[in-house]
Each structure stands twice: as C-alpha cells, then as structure tokens.
C-alpha cells in the first residue's frame, strides 16, 4: 500500500469511528465538520476541525493535521495552518487518547 493511500485510510478511520460517540457541548460543530468531510467539502471540512483543534479536540487536532500536511496528495488542494498551530495540534493529539470526547 502507498504511503499515500495509508494515511487516507488512516483519516478516514479516523472520521469513521468518530461518529455514534456520545455528544457534548463542542461535539455539534465536530459532527458538522465531519459530515463535511463525508460529503467531500473539504475547505469547510478543514475549516471545522481546525477550529475544534484550536480549542482542543483530539481527533479534530489529528485530522486537520494530516489534512495539511498531505492535503496536496489526499484532496488535490492545500490547506493552511502555521507551524506553531499544527505543533499544538501534534501535542493535542498525542495528550488525547484517540476518539476521546
């Protein structure tokens, strides 16, 4: 398998085991940017979860992560994020076992 197409299947069993979780306040806008995803919208989809990393969320931190470090790759369009931002998201995600809400 390509490097490329495991970090696809990464993310996408990311998302994919993200929905059904039970719901708290922040998870609205979480579930939003998800079905973003999930419909292919993905500059709404990356503008969700990089506000939900922003303020803490997990997965939404590992997902806008490799959303901007393949995004090229994976969606055919880059995505912004400053270094600063995707190193707090790394530190996010790494302090945040994975699907943990």
């Given at each position: ?51 939900q ?25 880059a ?19 994975q699907?943990?809400?």
């Open positions: 398998m390509r490097r490329s197409q495991l970090v696809h299947a990464t993310i996408a069993l990311t998302v994919a085991t993200s929905w059904g979780l039970p719901a708290r306040a922040n998870d609205v806008a979480f579930e939003v940017a998800l079905q973003n995803y999930e419909d292919c919208r993905w500059q709404l989809a990356f503008d969700g979860l990089s506000r990393a922003d303020q803490g969320h997990g997965d939404a931190a590992r997902i806008a992560n490799l959303m901007v470090r393949y995004g090229r790759t994976l969606y055919g369009q995505f912004a994020a400053s270094e600063a931002q995707m190193q707090r998201w790394r530190a996010i995600a790494v302090a945040t076992p699907h943990a809400r």
